[in-house]
């Protein structure tokens, strides 16, 4: 591979943004591929990926380089040439990258592997988290699994087209995909392509979605004709699901602390052909109110640490802190309590995180059905999706039905 000078520049101030700026990487990498219209989609792809990957690897390639944050650029630059050496790269007779020491980069990573929190690269208090929560030995598979690059998921909108015409239709644009068993849905491509400029994204005939997320719609049973509330439904990728098991019939609320996410996804709704869901936003609790006991399903996608998506937001790794984990949890359990309140008897709801956390997931539901609101619930069944056996976002769900 022959590198040019302009998209390894490129990738340098995006490094820049993301680490010494505290800017997400996607909307990182969106300012920067915006910076030549020139560039191919080779080029783009370069960037982005070499971007993520040294993101991924800050850890374990800012202890080879010896580099410190806040990182200047030089420093970026050795990240970048670990980056290179690593990957078997020719390193370009270029000044910023002058003397780098080959042999000793191999070395430093040969002897770095041997211990998880470099290799996997993460911060101590994570590793120490992962490993008291989920043991030793599925820790270390999962951060590893968490890891690799995500694969790009569709999910095939069945209110306007069965997934066999969608894998022709998309063939015809020149992205092949491939079926994925257990998952009714959803098809993977074959190659990391821009799906969001074909026709049939356009025309709504599919939405990108994880393959575990798109475990969670089905598992709340919900039934053409339901009243249906998703109460934390953001930009509404399983509201959107949740629509086509309902193929349009009864009553579909959307509710958000956002309204800005609430806007995009009414956006969504009108591309996917919605015509059954409304969107409403929490602004006070007579929201959630006028609501009570009028739900035959309810979800509850709740906001989490978002440990299990790390495969496609590695910066979540130098973002997340260990007290937003104790906030949240806080979070979590209000939610259940409160939320949990426009179940009608008889109704059934499912709690869901992207969390792989034990404490997060099955201990926030069992100190719900030992509650006084919990008590009107019985635990139906729960999933534990996890990124090292499935090899798509790690996630967790629980199904309840209120008494009747």
């Not at 906001?303 to 590695?314: D, E, M």
């Not at 949240?328 to 792989?356: E, F, P």
């Not at 509650?371 to 139906?380: A, H, L, M, V």
Request: charged share 30%.
């Amino acid at each position: 591979m022959r590198l040019h000078r302009n998209l390894v520049f490129a990738v340098i101030d995006a490094l820049n943004l993301i680490f010494n700026e505290g800017e997400y990487a996607d909307k990182v990498i969106e300012k920067v591929l915006r910076y030549d219209k020139r560039w191919g989609a080779r080029d783009r792809g370069f960037i982005a990926e070499t971007t993520y990957d040294i993101v991924r690897w800050k850890r374990l390639y800012a202890e080879i380089a010896e580099a410190h944050e806040p990182f200047t650029r030089p420093h970026l630059f050795r990240l970048f040439s670990v980056w290179c050496v690593l990957k078997g790269i020719r390193i370009p007779d270029w000044k910023q990258l002058e003397g780098t020491p080959e042999r000793r980069i191999k070395g430093r990573f040969d002897e770095l592997s041997k211990i998880r929190k470099f290799r996997e690269s993460i911060p101590d208090w994570m590793d120490e988290l992962g490993e008291k929560s989920l043991g030793n030995k599925l820790w270390t598979k999962e951060i590893a699994a968490l890891n690799q690059q995500a694969d790009v998921i569709l999910r095939t909108n069945t209110l306007k087209i069965q997934k066999d015409q969608l894998r022709s239709f998309l063939a015809k644009e020149d992205i092949e995909t491939q079926i994925l068993d257990g998952y009714p849905d959803a098809l993977r491509l074959k190659e990391r392509k821009n799906v969001f400029v074909t026709s049939a994204f356009k025309d709504g005939l599919f939405e990108v979605q994880d393959a575990s997320s798109q475990l969670v719609a089905p598992f709340l049973e919900v039934e053409p004709g339901h009243r249906v509330i998703d109460a934390c439904a953001g930009a509404g990728g399983k509201t959107l699901h949740l629509a086509s098991y309902m193929e349009n019939k009864g009553q579909l609320i959307a509710l958000d602390i956002y309204e800005s996410k609430l806007k995009k996804l009414k956006v969504r709704a009108r591309r996917n052909g919605v015509h059954n869901m409304e969107t409403r936003v929490i602004d006070s609790t007579k929201v959630i109110k006028k609501l009570h006991n009028s739900a035959d399903r309810l979800l509850l996608d709740a906001p989490c640490s978002g440990l299990g998506v790390i495969k496609r937001n590695p910066d979540s790794k130098w973002k997340l802190e260990p007290e937003f984990i104790d906030r949240i949890m806080g979070v979590q359990q209000d939610i259940l309590q409160n939320y949990s309140k426009m179940v009608k008897k008889g109704g059934q709801m499912v709690y869901a995180t992207c969390s792989i956390l034990p404490q997060e997931n099955s201990e926030q539901v069992k100190k719900f059905l030992e509650s006084e609101n919990g008590k009107d619930f019985e635990f139906i069944k729960e999933k534990n999706v996890y990124a090292s056996e499935s090899g798509f976002d790690g996630f967790y769900m629980a199904l309840m039905k209120k008494k009747a």
